[in-house]
């Protein structure tokens, strides 16, 4: 290849967007890793429109980087009847993680391999954490996504508790500002807490959404559910979570994934209600996913929709969510690889 021929976007995969930084100036980089993850051809003449002249040395310098191939690869991809996209990602030491690109124009990725949290109703923690991702492997999820769809918000919401590797998570959400040209404000971090990584993100230069998983406001059912979450109280880590959307300037999301039976009766509203007085955000009620083997069911439509007007009418906003791609276990909790090997 040479450096002036224009780049088909499907070679964006067969290319590459780290290591550039070591041998090209800092200014070329990003804007090399910027057309890849744009999908736009990577050219001399692209450079010098940018006022960006490339050396001899440089043209060599970024064919070299083209054709060394970006650290992780699509190895499977499923189709969901509403358009939704799940694709298993190979990583370079042979794990695999997954990521959904869904037709409402957002990615969920996957900030490690497995989860150490181990949430009783989530696929992504059955078996535990392997390691977290690096910053390369958060950012091509979403470089991989734009192949299928239109992809302009990003939620960590994928395999992994972001909190767990949050640098990682951190300067990868800089990256996709920067080279994939997609705001914080629309990029979305969702954690379980606690209190130490919300007030590292709040004093962090780059700061998401915050989106914050209570799934109960009852301690003791939490510590049953969220086995391996941080142990702060829960009231702490909503003044946390208060605190950053504040200083970021939006509210926060409060997620709840509906379990029937176990956080869906009226005491649960009102627990959760009395948690959330006075602070600003919104209860995102998840309607859950039935995951293979695990013994959960969504409470009905009805009591659903009951709750969502329960919490509204003590002046909280509350919204349902269905998730996308159900049928292709692509949906929220779903995630998981088929077996260890990781091949569906
Ligand atoms: S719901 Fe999130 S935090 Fe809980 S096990 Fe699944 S991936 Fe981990």
Same mark, same amino acid.
């Given at each position: ?9 499907s ?21 090399a ?15 010098? &429109? ?6 001899a040395?440089? @043209? ?6 083209? /054709? @060394?191939?970006?650290? #992780? ?10 358009g ?12 695999? =993680?997954?990521?959904?690109?869904? !037709?409402v ?12 949290v181990g949430?009783?109703f ?8 392997e ?9 091509e999820? =979403? ?20 909190s ?5 998570? $951190?300067? /990868? ?7 994939? $040209?997609i705001?914080?404000?629309r990029?979305?971090?969702s ?14 230069t780059?700061r998401?959404? $915050? ?15 969220l !086995? ?5 109280p829960l ?14 300037? #939006?509210?926060?999301q409060?997620?709840?994934?509906l ?12 627990? $959760? ?17 039935k995951?293979?083997?695990?013994p959960?069911?969504?409470p !009905?439509?009805? &009591?659903? =929709?009951?709750?969502? @007007? ?15 791609? !159900? ?12 077996d ?5």
């Open positions: 290849m040479t450096s002036t021929e224009p780049i088909d976007p070679a964006v995969v067969a290319s590459g967007l780290s290591g550039l930084g070591k041998v090209f100036p800092p200014p070329k980089a990003l804007l890793r910027r057309l890849l993850a744009t999908g736009r051809p990577a050219t001399a003449e692209e450079f010098a &429109r940018q006022g960006l002249q490339l050396s040395e440089e @043209r060599r310098c970024l064919d070299e980087w083209l /054709a @060394r191939g970006l650290v #992780t690869g699509i190895v499977g991809e499923t189709r969901s009847r509403d939704t996209v799940k694709l298993l990602l190979g990583l370079r030491d042979g794990k695999k =993680v997954e990521t959904v690109a869904m !037709p124009g957002a990615c969920c990725v996957s900030t490690q391999v497995g989860c150490a949430c009783r989530c696929a992504s923690g059955l078996f535990g954490v390691r977290h991702l690096s910053p390369d492997e958060i950012v999820q =979403v470089v991989h996504a734009r192949r299928f769809l239109r992809i302009d918000r990003v939620v960590y919401m994928g395999m992994g508790e972001p767990h590797n949050l640098d990682n998570v $951190l300067t /990868a959400i800089a990256r996709v500002k920067d080279e994939v $040209l705001s914080p404000r990029q979305t971090l954690t379980v807490g606690g209190v130490r990584a919300l007030e590292k993100m709040r004093a962090a780059v998401p959404c $915050l989106a914050l998983s209570l799934h109960t406001a009852d301690e003791v059912r939490r510590k049953e559910l !086995p391996n979450a941080h142990k702060d009231r702490d880590i909503v003044a946390a979570a208060d605190a950053y959307g504040r200083d970021v300037g #939006t509210p926060v409060f997620e709840w994934t379990l029937g039976g176990i956080n869906d009766r009226d005491e649960d509203v009102e627990q $959760l209600c009395a948690l959330l007085e006075g602070v600003r955000g919104y209860v995102n009620f998840i309607v859950y996913n995951v293979d083997g695990l959960f069911e969504a !009905p439509r009805e &009591r659903i =929709v009951a709750m969502a @007007r329960a919490v509204k009418a003590r002046g909280i906003l509350a919204k349902i969510r269905d998730s996308s791609g !159900p049928d292709a276990e692509a949906a929220c909790g779903q995630l998981r690889l088929r260890r090997g990781g091949v569906q």
